[in-house]
């Protein structure tokens, strides 16, 4: 079996993937519970307070889907090709990854995004026919543009690395600092990004990079807080990698 081409008008999907992407996490730091975001409560007859909570439960930040405009193949690669299950594409060597993220203006509550991750959820260790044949056999094309809130990550079979995050200082200089933790925005100087119901969206861009060879399967997470009691989580649609060190 040989790899072919991602055919871009079938969407991305992971058979372990969520049947939602954001999950309610908690209503408080000292409050630890799991709620579905289906819990939302009935409003017909209620009173202030009841309105004003599920008010809550309804503001939302929403996340631009992993998709043909927002994957890009790092310069001078083969296009992305079919995974194994044929549920996603895999590119070769890196992939720049643009998320657009703004306020869903169902409330007024302030939302707080206080944390970006890159989780790993496999990696393969090995050259692999499947994909090596690919890279042989296809056109190289280039890709790449500059935006704001720009991050570079590195994958080793020890997972991923601390993120580097580009900064354009009031110069207009361009600065690297690196996270200090898997968290992308623990870096000097820290970063929390507030998002208001009239701001405009944020664009964000992650480039991966793979080291050792072998096959990565990734996902972005991003954690946000809602009035700064209620603690989200949205997960990303599923990023792979492969590399064989050519």
């Not at 790899?3 to 991305?12: F, L, Q």
């Not at 889907?65 to 890196?94: M, N, Q, W, Y």
């Not at 935006?147 to 020890?158: I, N, Q």
Request: proline fraction near 6%; aromatic fraction near 10%; hydrophobic fraction near 40%.
């Amino acid at each position: 079996m040989q790899a072919t081409v991602w055919d871009w008008g079938k969407p991305i999907t992971a058979p372990s993937r969520l049947k939602r992407k954001v999950k309610t996490l908690a209503i408080n730091v000292v409050e630890p519970v799991t709620r579905g975001l289906e819990a939302v409560p009935f409003i017909g007859k209620a009173g202030s307070a009841v309105r004003a909570a599920a008010a809550r439960y309804l503001t939302d930040l929403r996340f631009s889907a992993l998709a043909r405009e927002s994957l890009k193949a790092i310069d001078g690669v083969p296009p992305p090709v079919k995974a194994k299950t044929g549920d996603g594409p895999v590119f070769f060597d890196g992939v720049e990854a643009t998320i657009n993220v703004e306020h869903d203006r169902m409330g007024d509550d302030q939302i707080l995004l206080e944390r970006i991750e890159l989780r790993s959820l496999s990696f393969e260790e090995g050259q692999d026919p499947y994909y090596s044949f690919a890279r042989q056999g296809e056109k190289l094309i280039g890709a790449g543009f500059v935006e704001p809130m720009r991050f570079y990550v590195e994958l080793t079979k020890e997972g991923p690395q601390p993120a580097r995050r580009q900064l354009v200082q009031s110069d207009g200089s361009k600065k690297m600092v690196l996270a200090g933790s898997e968290n992308f925005l623990d870096t000097e100087p820290a970063g929390t990004y507030a998002f208001a119901s009239k701001d405009a969206p944020v664009v964000i861009k992650v480039r991966l990079t793979a080291l050792d060879t072998g096959y990565y399967e990734t996902r972005l997470l991003f954690y946000y807080r809602v009035a700064s009691q209620v603690l989200r989580l949205y997960e990303s649609e599923p990023i792979r990698l492969y590399t064989d060190g050519q």
